[in-house]
């Protein structure tokens, strides 16, 4: 089955302690990225990947670092959260190439990780 | 300043009653628009694409339309039903390629409540 799985999905930490969302897909996808939502707000991106061994810095990217060695893989880190971090994070994945010759840029979503920092 | 609105905010209509959500873009130069459905609790799932040549395409109960020229997006949902209680999220693609491949801009979203 195509997914993109998180985890942890939910975690209670604090302040400074630091921690890592595992993300991963398994559909050979080439470009991959980290949001969060915030109530009112909607998806903001935090940071992306277009392919293996290249991240770039999205809308809200303090904070937070990323990194890109495996295709599937793709970790979100918070060195030393905050409270300001306390979100739901969503990573996804997309193809860079189209079905059929088509590009329809149609993101994949993971199930989300709901962190608390306290 | 590219901006995608959404309206209402959130919606509360009767089981098996039809409703209208409304999508205003200000991207510019158009590439596509989608329409996601999330779920309490769940990561955002395609519905539906609308490239600029498309003004109407169904998925199921499920409609959405597009004018170009205006700019706005509606997604008709025809005899509601209890599992289409959901948050509805409106994101548009830009022509414009950034480092990142062409740029998204997504809405607040429309939290709809289907009730008995």
């Known amino acids: 089955e195509a997914q993109v799985t998180q985890n942890p999905r939910y975690l209670i930490t604090v302040t400074g302690k630091k921690l890592t969302v595992t993300c991963s897909q398994n559909?050979?996808?080439?470009?991959m990225s980290w949001y969060r939502q915030d109530p009112g707000l909607g998806l903001r991106q935090i940071y992306y990947s277009m392919n293996v061994e290249a991240t770039d810095k999205g809308d809200v990217p303090e904070g937070y670092k990323v990194s890109r060695k495996e295709k599937r893989n793709f970790p979100l880190i918070l060195e030393s959260p905050s409270p300001n971090q306390t979100s739901l994070y969503f990573c996804?994945?997309?193809?860079?190439?189209?079905?059929?010759?088509?590009?329809?840029?149609?993101?994949?979503f993971g199930e989300g990780s709901r962190l608390t920092v306290l | 300043k590219n901006q995608v609105e959404q309206s209402p905010q959130s919606l509360i209509i009767l089981e098996g009653k039809n409703c209208t959500l409304q999508?205003?873009?200000?991207?510019?130069?158009?590439?596509?628009l989608r329409w996601y459905k999330q779920d309490t609790g769940r990561g955002p799932v395609s519905l539906t694409i609308?490239?600029?040549?498309?003004n109407t395409k169904s998925n199921g109960r499920y409609t959405a339309t597009l004018d170009a020229d205006t700019k706005q997006s509606s997604l008709h949902i025809t005899a509601s039903q209890l599992s289409d209680s959901a948050s509805y999220i409106c994101?548009?693609?830009?022509?414009?390629?950034?480092?990142?491949?062409?740029?998204?801009?997504f809405g607040t979203g429309t939290q709809l409540k289907v009730e008995l």
């Open positions: 609308m490239t600029f040549s498309e």
């Open positions: 559909m050979n996808h080439e470009y």
């Open positions: 996804a994945s997309s193809s860079s190439r189209g079905q059929g010759g088509r590009y329809t840029g149609e993101l994949f």
């Open positions: 994101v548009v693609r830009s022509l414009i390629l950034t480092g990142g491949g062409n740029k998204l801009t």
């Open positions: 999508c205003n873009y200000t991207v510019s130069p158009f590439s596509n």
